[in-house]
C-alpha cells in the first residue's frame, strides 16, 4: 500500500482503553488513525482531517455517536460511519445514520477491519 493509498480512520471514544486498543490495532493493519476522546474532539478532527472511516462510541461524555453522525452528514463529506455499543441500543436509530446498526462490545478488532473493507468496497 502506497502512502497516497492509506485510508484515515477516526477513532472516537470517551473510553481511553478502548479507544487505544482499537487504534492501535488499525495501525497495525497499515491505516493512518485520529484518535478523538469525544464528540466535540471528533468535530475538530472532521474539519482538520481528509478522513475515510469514523469509529465511534454511541455513547461518550461529551455527546453521541448518533450526534456525531448528525453531525457529519450535515456537512456532506463522504465519510463512512461505524457505530459501536456497550449495551443494547435503538438499532433504528443507527440504521437511520449509518449502513448498519451499531457493533456491540467487546468486540474483535479484526471484525471492526473487516467491516471497515467492506464498507469501502461498496464505494
Do not use: N, W
Request: glycine residues 6%; negative net charge.
Amino acid at each position: 500500500m502506497q502512502a497516497d493509498d492509506v485510508e484515515t480512520i477516526l477513532v472516537a471514544s470517551s473510553d481511553a482503553l478502548q479507544r487505544s486498543m482499537i487504534a492501535k490495532y488499525l495501525r497495525e493493519c497499515g491505516y493512518s488513525v485520529i484518535e478523538a476522546t469525544g464528540f466535540e474532539d471528533a468535530k475538530i478532527a472532521i474539519g482538520h482531517y481528509e478522513i475515510d472511516v469514523v469509529v465511534s462510541d454511541t455513547q461518550m461524555q461529551d455527546g453521541t455517536g448518533f450526534d456525531l453522525s448528525t453531525h457529519i452528514r450535515s456537512v456532506g463529506q463522504p465519510i463512512e460511519i461505524i457505530l459501536t455499543q456497550s449495551l443494547v441500543k435503538t438499532a433504528q436509530v443507527a440504521g437511520d445514520l449509518c449502513e448498519q446498526g451499531p457493533l456491540d462490545q467487546p468486540y474483535h478488532p479484526q471484525r471492526l477491519v473487516d467491516e471497515i473493507k467492506r464498507l469501502r468496497a461498496v464505494r
